[in-house]
């Protein structure tokens, strides 16, 4: 009774591993627009594709490589209309991805969520502006009078202390275990 | 954390790669370093990664905007959320249930990719007060309004900075050693916090005033003030100490001294003053209601017998203040220029108004472009309706009564419009006309934005886009020869009080452009007075001569600043469409003085 339907676990699944996919589609094209124009292609292919998957099979592993062939297809077809990686970057990058586990991604968001609390309330502000309002550099820099370059700066320390943050909790999680 | 300590410009163009502004050229220097080494492409990823994450925290909620109710708890993605459930279980499952969820998740995805497209901004703002206990943000912390302003602030501890444009959260402490900041309530309460101050925000409709001065305006979001008993906004609260300050609609100020002294003063509306030690209940609870002008002091008595140590022994009273204290009521940022497009159009030079223009023949505003002719009078003429401008006048060929040519209301005058000139070594006379067409005239960057498809017939708009002219994208200001404004210097300094303006810039142009009479060629003169006085000209302009910037240094006491423009040798004044683009006044506060 209490089993999915295979259509019903498909879908389950699909809708699990959108973070994930999101990250490691980010972590090759670098511009999140790409990023949501590729993560689309991907869920219709994984959707086509939904009858050659084995409900048995891992599903992560799937998934992440038919989102590969996206990004190269979309890279191949987007040209270098704008500032992107090159072929040769891309592929070391997308092997350093390979040991990628989307998977642990709900895991670490959990995390982060814990993480950006603790943050002192100028930092969490300054990620909220930028990611919750959608600000860009520019005008976060003419709202707090600093300049461009300093608000990068902090943005660049805050996500290397929320990554940090995470690292500690996680491995706090194992050891308690 | 990871660091690359080998390359110290890696944080810069990482953060560059999440946060945009990554040139070609960092590109390059980027991908030279992560392809050489591993540690900094670990750097990136973990970088890449977090953005992801934060990305994504706060995403879905923006992309669900558009097609779900805010108050749904927000599934992960959309397009693939688990189905409603009003189906009879014989139904899931069936083969009919698997073909609709089928076509419904292919339809949502697809729908989700438009979601993503053309989903409208996330307004954190909307949530009225009857939902304050709505949670706002993803860890259920009730934000109740933002930052909208601060000047010159100093922070007591790291902690209680912010910035301008932050949420603010409940519980949220400002602790200011000087400076003012500005919180907007999502009620529409307004408190401006003055340093020395402490102040917490303890509600979504007040706070805890710890010391120091505050002064609050509540206004509902487009009607008037709130009054009590309203029905569906609490009324606004700042505690103290001492009291609690309940407005009863418009604006007040309230002081809390270091011993908890509090005194509250009306500027406008009716406050009730309750008095009362915090934390030790109601007992002795008095109040006051408080209307406009009025002020009370509520402070502690502490008896002077052996027991006066004891909490129970506090107490408080009103006292009448012989002297409120000051209150600073507005967030006064002085403007860095004046857009004296937005002036001719009727602003104050800090806005944005075009397609606006003045009759130099009378002095009176222009709602339309009308291409006519303009005769002088041979008269200054007063402009009443705007502080910042002076006059307007035709410069005309100088008679027996009239040979000087009034430039500015306190009695100026210039005779030299009219002079001889060498051409190929002859000495030859060039006479202003005294005539101009169209007036002075506030062109908008894009004229047909600007007024439609219609009555874009005139020489401001025929003359083209002009994007040549205005470099910084503002504006056009039309002087057709042979015409003049002035504006009041001294009028701007006293409305912007602590800035004065220290140099007219403008990129100057003569219009060219399809016309009736291509024969014909533009020539103009182009002049610029201070006080009556000739700071710079530019004769015989003609459109060949391209686009040319001017930056006319202002003194701390100038007075009049006159443009004037006059038809060239040609002797014609047909054609002359000269141009002033994105004319501003760069302001500089008063205390910084060039030598």
Known sequence: ??????LEAFVDRVTSAQQGLFAYILSLVAHVDDAKDVLQETNLILWRKREEYRMDAPFWPWAKTIAHYQILAFIKRRGRDRLRFGDLLLARLAEDAAAFDGQSVDVEQTALDQCIEELAPPKRELIELRYSDDIGLAEISRKTGRSPGAIADALYRIRGQLADCIRNKLTGREEDR | MTSAPSHPDLPALLSKVADGGLTAQELERLEAILLEDSSARAAYHQQMRVHAMLYWRWNPKRKESATLEPQVPAPSFPALSPLPSPLSSSFVGGPVFSYLVATVVLCLMLLGGWAYKISPDYDLNVVDNSRSSTTSGPMDRVYVGRITGMKDCRWANEETQTVVGASVPLAREYALISGLLQITYKTGARVILEGPCTYKVDSTVGGYLKTGKLTARVETKGSGFRVQGSGHSPLFAVCTPTAIITDLGTEFGVEVSENG?????????????????????????????????????????????????????DMVRFTQTATPPKFVRRLYEPPKQLDLLDIVAGGNGTGNRRERGIDPSTGKQDTWFLEVNYNSDSQYHS???????????????????????????????????????????????????????????????????????????????????????????????????????????????????????????????????????????GMADIWIFIDGQLKWKRLNFCHKDGAAQIDIPLKPNDRFLTIATTNGLNGTYYVDWIVFGDPVLRMEPTTVEKP
């Open chain 1, 1 to 6: 009774m209490d089993r999915l339907d295979p």
């Open chain 2, 261 to 313: 002294d509090t005194t509250s003063y009306v500027f406008e509306g009716k406050i009730v003053v309750k008095a009362g030690i915090r934390g030790f209940g109601d007992s002795g609870i008095r109040e006051v209601q408080l209307g406009a002008g009025e002020s009370v002091m509520v402070g502690r008595v502490r008896e002077t017998h052996q027991d006066s140590g004891t909490a129970s022994q």
């Open chain 2, 383 to 521: 402009v009443k309706w705007h502080s910042f401008i002076d006059g307007v006048f035709i410069p005309y060929v100088p008679t027996f009564r009239f040979q000087k040519v009034q430039i500015d209301s306190s009695g100026n005058a210039y005779d030299g419009f009219t002079d001889d000139r060498d051409i190929d070594g002859v000495r030859t006379t060039c006479t202003v006309s005294g005539k101009t067409i169209g007036g002075i005239w506030a062109r908008a960057v894009d004229k047909y934005s600007a007024k439609g498809d219609t009555d874009t017939s005139g020489w401001i708009y025929v003359m083209g886009k002009g994007e040549q002219y205005m470099p910084s994208g503002r504006g056009l200001l039309g002087m057709h020869a042979s015409t003049g404004i002035t504006f009041d210097l001294e009028a701007m300094r006293k409305t912007f009080v602590g800035v004065r303006p220290a140099s007219f810039q403008a990129t100057i142009g003569l219009g060219d452009g399809p016309r009736t009479y291509p024969e014909l060629s």
